[in-house]
C-alpha cells in the first residue's frame, strides 16, 4: 500500500498529494440539507452535483438530494442565469421545495456570475424562498463552504421582530447528525430551549419506512432559521466553522455570540454546558453530571493503556482541535496534528492545546493546509501508536500497520457512525471505547502467547 | 395511461416535450423505434449524470498505474475521483491509482493564471515519483481562464524527456461523462497506442477494450481468455498501464466489452492499424459462452475452438450447483436497471441467466447506437454540444497497418460474429420494456411506483432512495463493494448478491407490529400516567405541526 512513497521529507510548494479537504459546494450542500423542506441547489457543472451528492450518500448511506443547473459549454459563455431561471421553475413544479439553497461552483465563480442579480429575477411562488452563497471551490475547503451556505440562510431570511423568542441559537459545526442529536439531548436536559442550525439529524440519518420521503421530518424549521434572529444570543460551536455565520447573524440582527471549540472531550463539553447553564440561569443537571462522571471513572479505570501513547490526528480543522484536546485529555501524546483546510489560526489553536496541556511544541508537528502524503512521509520517518482521522487514513494505516480510529468527514468505509455522536460526555466516552480498543486489540494481536491477558 | 405516460404526466410542457422522447416502450417492431439521447439535461431536473471530467479522468484515465495523472484545478475534482470507482490495480512496484494528484488551485491562481503552479507540480511530480508517463487533466475552471495545459504538457516532454499528455476535459464540455471518454480516446490514440516496439503479432492475441476492471470483472475476463489461449496484450484500461498501451497495436484483435467509452479507439486502430474489433459481453453466463465463440470464429482456428467448448464446459460445471440454487431463488422476479455506459444491457443476459426479466434499463449518458445499434450512426445529428467535442481522424500507419482478413473474408465473419457491431439495447429487450435515457430522480420513484421491480440497479445517488421506498437496490457501479460479476464465478457472485437483498431478514422488520396491531387497552382514566408537561425545548418542530 502506498508503496511509491518515497521516504524522506521533500518541499512541496504546488503539487497537492492524498488532500485532507475537499471543496466548497460540498460543504454547503451539507449544510442546506440541515434546513427541513430545503433543496440544495449546485449552480454548475452537474458533474459537481454528481460528486457532491454521491459523496454524502457515501459517507451517511442515505440519500442526498440536489439539483443543478447543468451547465454546458454554452452556459459557460454566456452565464448561467437562464440555466437557473429554468432550473429553479423546474424544482418548484417536480420537487416543490420550501427553499431552494444555491450555492456556486468554481465554474460560475469564475465566470462571475451575479446571482443576487439573478434571484432577484426569479419568479418565486408565493410562500417560496430562493437563497444564495458564493462557494468558489479555489478558495478554503468545504468547511467554508458549510458556514457559507449558513451565513447565506442567515442573510436572505433571519429577521429580529420586537420580541426575544427565548432561545439560544447553537450553531454545531461541521459534524454528523448524531452529534447534532447529542447536542438538542444535552440542551433538552438542561431544560434550555434552543434553535439547532443546521440539523441534518432527521434528514441523513433517517429512519427506514419502506416510503422515501425527500423533505424528511427533520431539519431546522425554516421559521426557526427565520428566528434566529430573535434569539438571546448564538453559541457558535467550532471556532473555525461557526464564527462567520454568528458574525453574521450579529451583523444583521444583533445577536450577540459566544465562541467555544466543538464540545468533544471533557473541557469542551464542560465549557459548553456552563456557557448554556449561564445564558438560561439554570442549574446543570445531574443526569448530565453522572454522564461526566462515568466518563471521568473509564478514563482512570483504563488510563495506563493510553498515557504516553503517540497519536496521529487529521481531518477538519474544528475536530481535529477537539480531537486533540480529548487526546490530551487521555495523556495520549499528539505527534501530528494536520488538516488539509488552510487558516494558521488552527495551527495557533493547537499550539495553545499543547502548551496548556504542558506539551512542549517543538515536539509536536502541527499543520494546517497539510495533506495526507506528508502525514505519511512524517510517520515513515517517527512512527506513531495511533492515528485518529477520516477514511482516507486507512491507507497510511495499512502501509505502516498502526491502529485507525475513525472520526470526522468523511467516513467512506464504515456503516452506522453518523448514527453515534463524539461531542458531550456520551461522545467522549464512545471515542474513548474506540480509543482503548484499538489500542488493547494491537496489544493482543501482536503479543506473545504467553502475554496474552485474558483480563486486562 | 400507461407506465410511461403516467410518470411523464406531471412534468410542465416544455419539460414534457424534452423527456417524452427520452423514454419509449418496446413495440412490436424495434428496429423502427428511435429515442432522444446524448443531448442536454434539463436544469433543475434531478440528473444522475456527471461531467466531461469524470468520464476522461474518472473513466478511462484514472485506472492507469503506472502514470502520475495531475488533475489541474481546484481540489475537489481530484478528490472526488480519488479510489472512488473500485478499478482494481495490481503494481509490485506500487500504483498510482491509490494516490491523488491535484494542483489545488487558488484565486490567486484563478486570477493569474495556473500555468506556472502547474509546471512547478509537474516538477514535483517527476522529482518525487518517477513514473512511466504524465498525464493531465483540466477542469472548469482552467478552460476558462485559458490555461494552455497541452503547451505545458509538450513543455514536460522536451524537458523532462517523458511522456507527458494533457486533456482538456472541462466539466462543462458535452452533455455527461461521455464527452470526456471520446477526449481521453483521442489523446490515448494519437499519443501512445503504436509507439512500443515493433514485434510481431503476437498469434491469437487480443486486447479487452471498454473493461475498468471494477470489482476485478477485467481480471476475472482475462483468466477465461488466457486458459482458452488467447494472449492479452492491453487492457483498457482497467488495471492497464501506459506501458502495455503502448504495445496494444501488436494486437491482432480488439474485443469490445464498454462500447460507450471506447468504441472511438476500437474504430481509429481499426484504420490506423487495421485491428479488427468484436463486440463482446463477459457479463453473464450466456453471453459469456456466446463471446468466448465469437472471439474462436473470429480466429477460426480449430484447436482453439476445441479448447472453448472445454473450458466452457469445465466453467459451467464449477458453477452448475450454485447456478441451480439462485435459479431457483431468482426466477419470476423483475428488475430494472439504470447505468452508465454498457451496464444497463450486459446484465439484462446476466439476469435472465438467473429467471429475472428486465422490465426498465436506461443509460446515463449513452448515444443513440447504443440503445438502437450502430446502423443508425450515419443518421445520428451532431448538434452544438458533440460538435465542441473534437473527432479526430487517423490515417493508416505504413509501418504497422495489418490486415488479418480480407474484406470478403470480414464479411463472411459478420454473418456470425458482431464483427465492428453493436445491436444495442432496445433489440434485447422484450415488447413493454421500457427504455429511459438520462433517467432522473423523479423518474426513478415515479416508474419504481409504476412497474414495481422486485430488484432496482442503479447507482450510490438512487440507492438508499428505493432502498427507503422498500425496493431491493443494489450498485451497479461499485457492485456494493462486492464482485466480481464478470464470467462464470462472477454471474454466481452476483446471483448471490442479488438474493441476498432480496431475502436479507432486516425486511421483515420494516413495519413495527404497533402499527399494525392495537396496543391500547382499556384502562382506568386514573391509572394512565400524565404525559410530562412539555417545555419549548420539547415542542414539536414547525415543520412536524404543519406536515400534521
Same mark, same amino acid.
Given at each position: 500500500?502506498?508503496?511509491?512513497?518515497?521516504?524522506?521529507?521533500?518541499?512541496?510548494?504546488?503539487?497537492?498529494?492524498?488532500?485532507?479537504?475537499? %471543496?466548497?459546494?460540498?460543504?454547503?450542500?451539507y449544510a442546506?440539507?440541515g434546513v427541513h423542506?430545503?433543496?440544495?441547489?449546485?449552480?454548475?457543472?452537474?458533474?459537481?452535483?454528481?460528486?457532491?451528492?454521491?459523496?454524502?450518500?457515501?459517507?451517511?448511506?442515505?440519500?442526498?438530494?440536489?439539483?443543478?443547473?447543468?451547465?454546458?459549454?454554452?452556459?459557460?459563455?454566456? =452565464?448561467?442565469?437562464?440555466?437557473?431561471?429554468?432550473?429553479?421553475?423546474?424544482?418548484?413544479?417536480?420537487?416543490?421545495?420550501?427553499?431552494?439553497?444555491?450555492?456556486?461552483? %468554481?465554474?460560475?465563480?469564475?465566470?462571475?456570475?451575479?446571482?443576487?442579480?439573478?434571484?432577484?429575477?426569479?419568479?418565486?411562488?408565493?410562500?417560496?424562498?430562493?437563497?444564495?452563497?458564493?462557494?468558489?471551490?479555489?478558495? @478554503?475547503?468545504?468547511i467554508?463552504?458549510y458556514f457559507n451556505m449558513m451565513s447565506g440562510f442567515i442573510r436572505y431570511l433571519s429577521a429580529k421582530s420586537e420580541i426575544h423568542n427565548g432561545r439560544v441559537a447553537v450553531f454545531p459545526g461541521f459534524v454528523n447528525p448524531g452529534d447534532m442529536r447529542e447536542i438538542r439531548r444535552m440542551a433538552k436536559a438542561m431544560k434550555t430551549p434552543i434553535t439547532l442550525f443546521p440539523d441534518t439529524s432527521g434528514v441523513?440519518?433517517?429512519?427506514?419506512?419502506?416510503? +422515501?420521503?425527500?423533505?424528511?421530518?427533520g431539519g431546522t424549521p425554516l421559521g426557526d432559521v427565520i428566528g434566529l434572529g430573535d434569539c438571546m444570543k448564538t453559541i457558535a460551536l467550532g471556532e473555525l466553522t461557526s464564527e462567520e455565520p454568528a458574525i453574521e447573524l450579529e451583523r444583521k440582527c444583533g445577536v450577540d455570540y459566544d465562541l467555544l471549540p466543538l464540545p468533544i472531550g471533557i473541557d469542551a463539553t464542560d465549557r459548553f454546558l456552563m456557557t448554556l447553564a449561564k445564558s438560561f440561569n439554570r442549574d446543570v443537571p445531574y443526569e448530565l453530571e453522572e454522564e461526566r462522571g462515568q466518563l471521568v471513572?473509564?478514563?482512570?479505570?483504563?488510563? +495506563?493503556?493510553?498515557?504516553?501513547?503517540?497519536?496521529?490526528?487529521? =481531518?477538519d480543522p474544528d475536530t481535529?482541535i477537539g480531537l486533540t484536546a480529548f487526546?490530551?485529555e487521555? @495523556?495520549?501524546?499528539?505527534?501530528?496534528?494536520?488538516?488539509?483546510?488552510?487558516?494558521?489560526r488552527?495551527?495557533r489553536r493547537?499550539?495553545k492545546l499543547?502548551?496548556a496541556?504542558?506539551?512542549?511544541?517543538?515536539?509536536?508537528?502541527?499543520?494546517?493546509? @497539510?495533506?495526507? +502524503?506528508?502525514?505519511?512521509?512524517?510517520?515513515?520517518?517517527?512512527?506513531?501508536?495511533?492515528?485518529?482521522?477520516?477514511?482516507?487514513?486507512?491507507?497510511?494505516?495499512?502501509?505502516?500497520?498502526?491502529?485507525?480510529?475513525?472520526? @470526522?468527514?468523511?467516513?467512506?468505509?464504515?456503516?452506522?457512525?453518523?448514527?453515534f455522536p463524539i461531542v458531550g460526555y456520551r461522545g467522549a466516552l464512545r471515542l474513548?471505547?474506540?480509543?482503548?480498543?484499538?489500542?488493547?486489540?494491537?496489544?493482543?494481536?501482536? %503479543?506473545?502467547?504467553?502475554?496474552?491477558?485474558?483480563?486486562? | 395511461?400507461?407506465?410511461?405516460?403516467?410518470?411523464?404526466?406531471?412534468?410542465?410542457?416544455?419539460?414534457?416535450?424534452?423527456?417524452?422522447?427520452?423514454?419509449?416502450?418496446?413495440?412490436?417492431?424495434?428496429?423502427?423505434?428511435?429515442?432522444?439521447?446524448?443531448?442536454?439535461?434539463?436544469?433543475?431536473?434531478?440528473?444522475?449524470?456527471?461531467?466531461?471530467?469524470?468520464?476522461?479522468?474518472?473513466?478511462?484515465?484514472?485506472?492507469?498505474?503506472?502514470?502520475?495523472?495531475?488533475?489541474?484545478?481546484?481540489?475537489?475534482?481530484?478528490?472526488?475521483?480519488?479510489?472512488?470507482?473500485?478499478? #482494481?490495480?495490481?503494481? /509490485?512496484?506500487?500504483?498510482?491509482?491509490?494516490?491523488?494528484?491535484?494542483?489545488?488551485?487558488?484565486?490567486?491562481?484563478?486570477?493569474?493564471?495556473?500555468?506556472?503552479?502547474?509546471?512547478?507540480?509537474?516538477?514535483?511530480?517527476?522529482?518525487?515519483?518517477?513514473?512511466?508517463?504524465?498525464?493531465?487533466?483540466?477542469?472548469?475552471?482552467?478552460?476558462?481562464?485559458?490555461?494552455?495545459?497541452?503547451?505545458?504538457?509538450?513543455?514536460?516532454?522536451?524537458?523532462?524527456?517523458?511522456?507527458?499528455?494533457?486533456?482538456?476535459?472541462?466539466?462543462? &464540455?458535452?452533455?455527461?461523462?461521455?464527452?470526456?471518454?471520446?477526449?481521453?480516446?483521442?489523446?490515448?490514440?494519437?499519443?501512445?497506442?503504436?509507439?512500443?516496439?515493433?514485434?510481431?503479432?503476437?498469434?491469437?492475441?487480443?486486447?479487452?477494450?471498454?473493461?475498468?476492471?471494477?470489482?476485478?470483472?477485467?481480471?476475472?475476463?482475462?483468466?477465461?481468455?488466457?486458459?482458452?489461449?488467447?494472449?492479452?496484450?492491453?487492457?483498457?484500461?482497467?488495471?492497464?498501464?501506459?506501458?502495455?498501451?503502448? #504495445?496494444?497495436?501488436?494486437?491482432?484483435?480488439?474485443?469490445?466489452?464498454?462500447?460507450?467509452?471506447?468504441?472511438?479507439?476500437?474504430?481509429?486502430?481499426?484504420?490506423?492499424?487495421?485491428?479488427?474489433?468484436?463486440?463482446?459481453?463477459?457479463?453473464?453466463?450466456?453471453?459469456?459462452?456466446?463471446?468466448?465463440?465469437?472471439? $474462436?470464429?473470429?480466429?477460426?482456428?480449430?484447436?482453439? #475452438?476445441?479448447?472453448?467448448?472445454?473450458?466452457?464446459? /469445465?466453467?459451467?460445471?464449477?458453477?452448475?450447483?450454485?447456478?441451480?440454487?439462485?435459479?431457483?431463488?431468482?426466477?419470476?422476479?423483475? $428488475?430494472?436497471?439504470?447505468?452508465?455506459?454498457?451496464?444497463? *444491457?450486459?446484465?439484462?443476459?446476466?439476469? &435472465?441467466?438467473?429467471?429475472?426479466?428486465?422490465?426498465? $434499463?436506461?443509460?446515463?449518458?449513452?448515444?443513440?447506437?447504443?440503445?438502437?445499434?450502430?446502423?443508425?450512426?450515419?443518421?445520428?445529428?451532431?448538434?452544438?454540444?458533440?460538435?465542441?467535442?473534437?473527432?479526430?481522424?487517423?490515417?493508416?500507419?505504413?509501418?504497422?497497418?495489418?490486415?488479418?482478413?480480407?474484406?470478403?473474408?470480414?464479411?463472411?465473419?459478420?454473418?456470425?460474429?458482431?464483427?465492428?457491431?453493436?445491436?444495442?439495447?432496445?433489440?434485447?429487450?422484450?415488447?413493454?420494456?421500457?427504455?429511459?435515457?438520462?433517467?432522473? *430522480?423523479?423518474?426513478?420513484?415515479?416508474?419504481?411506483?409504476?412497474?414495481?421491480?422486485?430488484?432496482?440497479?442503479?447507482?450510490?445517488?438512487? &440507492?438508499?432512495?428505493?432502498? #427507503?421506498?422498500?425496493?431491493?437496490?443494489?450498485?451497479? *457501479?461499485?457492485? /456494493?463493494?462486492?464482485?466480481?460479476? $464478470?464470467?462464470?464465478?462472477?454471474?454466481?457472485?452476483?446471483?448471490?448478491?442479488?438474493?441476498?437483498?432480496?431475502?436479507?431478514?432486516?425486511?421483515?422488520?420494516?413495519?413495527?407490529?404497533?402499527?399494525?396491531?392495537?396496543?391500547?387497552?382499556?384502562?382506568?382514566?386514573?391509572?394512565?400516567?400524565?404525559?410530562e408537561t412539555a417545555d419549548a425545548a420539547d415542542a414539536p418542530k414547525e415543520s412536524e405541526v404543519?406536515?400534521?
Amino acid at each position: 500500500m502506498l508503496d511509491l512513497t518515497p521516504k524522506g521529507e521533500y518541499e512541496r510548494t504546488a503539487l497537492r498529494i492524498n488532500p485532507c479537504k475537499t %471543496c466548497q459546494p460540498v460543504g454547503a450542500m451539507y449544510a442546506a440539507l440541515g434546513v427541513h423542506g430545503c433543496m440544495p441547489y449546485s449552480h454548475g457543472s452537474q458533474g459537481c452535483a454528481s460528486y457532491h451528492r454521491t459523496f454524502l450518500s457515501r459517507h451517511f448511506k442515505e440519500p442526498a438530494i440536489a439539483a443543478t443547473s447543468s451547465f454546458t459549454e454554452g452556459a459557460s459563455v454566456f =452565464g448561467g442565469g437562464s440555466n437557473l431561471r429554468t432550473g429553479a421553475r423546474n424544482v418548484f413544479d417536480v420537487y416543490n421545495p420550501e427553499i431552494i439553497a444555491v450555492h456556486t461552483t %468554481c465554474l460560475s465563480e469564475t465566470i462571475g456570475d451575479d446571482m443576487n442579480a439573478y434571484i432577484q429575477d426569479l419568479d418565486i411562488p408565493e410562500g417560496k424562498h430562493v437563497i444564495h452563497t458564493n462557494t468558489p471551490s479555489y478558495v @478554503g475547503s468545504h468547511i467554508n463552504g458549510y458556514f457559507n451556505m449558513m451565513s447565506g440562510f442567515i442573510r436572505y431570511l433571519s429577521a429580529k421582530s420586537e420580541i426575544h423568542n427565548g432561545r439560544v441559537a447553537v450553531f454545531p459545526g461541521f459534524v454528523n447528525p448524531g452529534d447534532m442529536r447529542e447536542i438538542r439531548r444535552m440542551a433538552k436536559a438542561m431544560k434550555t430551549p434552543i434553535t439547532l442550525f443546521p440539523d441534518t439529524s432527521g434528514v441523513m440519518d433517517a429512519p427506514m419506512t419502506g416510503h +422515501f420521503a425527500m423533505y424528511p421530518q427533520g431539519g431546522t424549521p425554516l421559521g426557526d432559521v427565520i428566528g434566529l434572529g430573535d434569539c438571546m444570543k448564538t453559541i457558535a460551536l467550532g471556532e473555525l466553522t461557526s464564527e462567520e455565520p454568528a458574525i453574521e447573524l450579529e451583523r444583521k440582527c444583533g445577536v450577540d455570540y459566544d465562541l467555544l471549540p466543538l464540545p468533544i472531550g471533557i473541557d469542551a463539553t464542560d465549557r459548553f454546558l456552563m456557557t448554556l447553564a449561564k445564558s438560561f440561569n439554570r442549574d446543570v443537571p445531574y443526569e448530565l453530571e453522572e454522564e461526566r462522571g462515568q466518563l471521568v471513572d473509564v478514563m482512570l479505570d483504563a488510563h +495506563f493503556y493510553l498515557v504516553g501513547k503517540r497519536v496521529a490526528i487529521f =481531518g477538519d480543522p474544528d475536530t481535529v482541535i477537539g480531537l486533540t484536546a480529548f487526546a490530551l485529555e487521555l @495523556g495520549l501524546v499528539p505527534a501530528y496534528v494536520l488538516t488539509g483546510t488552510p487558516g494558521e489560526r488552527f495551527d495557533r489553536r493547537v499550539k495553545k492545546l499543547l502548551a496548556a496541556a504542558g506539551v512542549d511544541e517543538e515536539t509536536v508537528r502541527v499543520k494546517s493546509s @497539510g495533506d495526507l +502524503f506528508e502525514l505519511h512521509q512524517w510517520m515513515m520517518d517517527a512512527p506513531v501508536d495511533l492515528m485518529i482521522g477520516t477514511s482516507y487514513g486507512k491507507q497510511i494505516a495499512k502501509a505502516l500497520d498502526v491502529p485507525f480510529v475513525r472520526a @470526522g468527514f468523511p467516513i467512506l468505509d464504515r456503516y452506522a457512525h453518523p448514527y453515534f455522536p463524539i461531542v458531550g460526555y456520551r461522545g467522549a466516552l464512545r471515542l474513548f471505547e474506540q480509543i482503548a480498543n484499538a489500542v488493547m486489540d494491537r496489544q493482543d494481536r501482536d %503479543c506473545a502467547d504467553e502475554d496474552l491477558e485474558v483480563v486486562m | 395511461m400507461d407506465a410511461k405516460d403516467k410518470v411523464l404526466d406531471k412534468y410542465s410542457a416544455k419539460v414534457y416535450k424534452n423527456r417524452k422522447a427520452h423514454i419509449l416502450e418496446v413495440g412490436q417492431a424495434p428496429e423502427e423505434q428511435e429515442i432522444a439521447a446524448n443531448t442536454r439535461s434539463i436544469p433543475g431536473i434531478m440528473t444522475n449524470r456527471g461531467c466531461c471530467y469524470a468520464g476522461c479522468k474518472g473513466v478511462v484515465i484514472g485506472p492507469l498505474k503506472d502514470t502520475l495523472t495531475i488533475v489541474h484545478g481546484p481540489i475537489g475534482c481530484s478528490y472526488y475521483a480519488w479510489g472512488t470507482r473500485r478499478n #482494481k490495480a495490481r503494481a /509490485d512496484e506500487g500504483s498510482f491509482t491509490q494516490y491523488c494528484f491535484s494542483t489545488d488551485l487558488q484565486e490567486t491562481d484563478i486570477v493569474f493564471g495556473g500555468e506556472k503552479k502547474l509546471r512547478q507540480a509537474i516538477k514535483e511530480g517527476l522529482e518525487l515519483f518517477k513514473p512511466r508517463a504524465l498525464m493531465i487533466c483540466s477542469t472548469c475552471p482552467v478552460g476558462l481562464i485559458g490555461d494552455d495545459i497541452h503547451a505545458v504538457a509538450s513543455e514536460t516532454e522536451a524537458e523532462y524527456g517523458i511522456p507527458c499528455i494533457a486533456f482538456s476535459c472541462e466539466g462543462y &464540455k458535452g452533455v455527461s461523462q461521455s464527452a470526456g471518454h471520446h477526449i481521453a480516446n483521442n489523446g490515448i490514440m494519437r499519443k501512445v497506442i503504436g509507439t512500443g516496439d515493433k514485434i510481431p503479432r503476437v498469434k491469437h492475441s487480443v486486447n479487452l477494450l471498454g473493461e475498468y476492471n471494477i470489482g476485478g470483472d477485467g481480471w476475472e475476463t482475462e483468466r477465461l481468455l488466457k486458459r482458452v489461449g488467447y494472449d492479452v496484450i492491453a487492457v483498457l484500461t482497467g488495471d492497464g498501464s501506459y506501458e502495455d498501451l503502448t #504495445k496494444a497495436d501488436r494486437a491482432e484483435l480488439n474485443l469490445v466489452q464498454c462500447h460507450r467509452s471506447i468504441n472511438y479507439i476500437a474504430e481509429m486502430m481499426k484504420t490506423k492499424f487495421g485491428t479488427d474489433w468484436v463486440k463482446v459481453n463477459f457479463i453473464g453466463i450466456d453471453a459469456s459462452i456466446q463471446s468466448l465463440r465469437d472471439v $474462436a470464429e473470429y480466429f477460426g482456428d480449430e484447436e482453439l #475452438k476445441k479448447r472453448t467448448e472445454e473450458v466452457i464446459e /469445465d466453467e459451467l460445471a464449477e458453477i452448475a450447483e450454485e447456478r441451480d440454487y439462485y435459479r431457483e431463488k431468482l426466477t419470476g422476479k423483475t $428488475a430494472a436497471l439504470y447505468v452508465g455506459g454498457s451496464r444497463s *444491457h450486459h446484465y439484462q443476459y446476466l439476469l &435472465k441467466d438467473f429467471g429475472v426479466k428486465t422490465v426498465l $434499463a436506461g443509460h446515463e449518458f449513452a448515444h443513440r447506437d447504443d440503445y438502437e445499434g450502430r446502423r443508425v450512426i450515419p443518421d445520428i445529428k451532431e448538434d452544438a454540444d458533440s460538435k465542441n467535442i473534437e473527432s479526430i481522424t487517423v490515417e493508416p500507419d505504413k509501418e504497422r497497418y495489418e490486415d488479418k482478413y480480407t474484406e470478403a473474408e470480414r464479411e463472411k465473419l459478420r454473418k456470425v460474429i458482431p464483427l465492428e457491431d453493436y445491436k444495442g439495447i432496445i433489440p434485447d429487450m422484450e415488447a413493454g420494456g421500457v427504455v429511459v435515457d438520462d433517467l432522473n *430522480h423523479y423518474e426513478t420513484e415515479a416508474f419504481l411506483a409504476e412497474l414495481k421491480p422486485d430488484i432496482f440497479l442503479s447507482g450510490v445517488k438512487d &440507492k438508499y432512495i428505493l432502498q #427507503k421506498s422498500g425496493a431491493v437496490s443494489r450498485q451497479l *457501479h461499485s457492485y /456494493d463493494y462486492s464482485g466480481p460479476y $464478470a464470467g462464470f464465478r462472477g454471474a454466481i457472485n452476483f446471483a448471490r448478491d442479488i438474493a441476498m437483498g432480496i431475502y436479507a431478514p432486516a425486511w421483515k422488520y420494516v413495519t413495527p407490529p404497533w402499527k399494525t396491531e392495537p396496543v391500547l387497552q382499556a384502562a382506568f382514566v386514573n391509572d394512565t400516567p400524565e404525559p410530562e408537561t412539555a417545555d419549548a425545548a420539547d415542542a414539536p418542530k414547525e415543520s412536524e405541526v404543519t406536515n400534521a
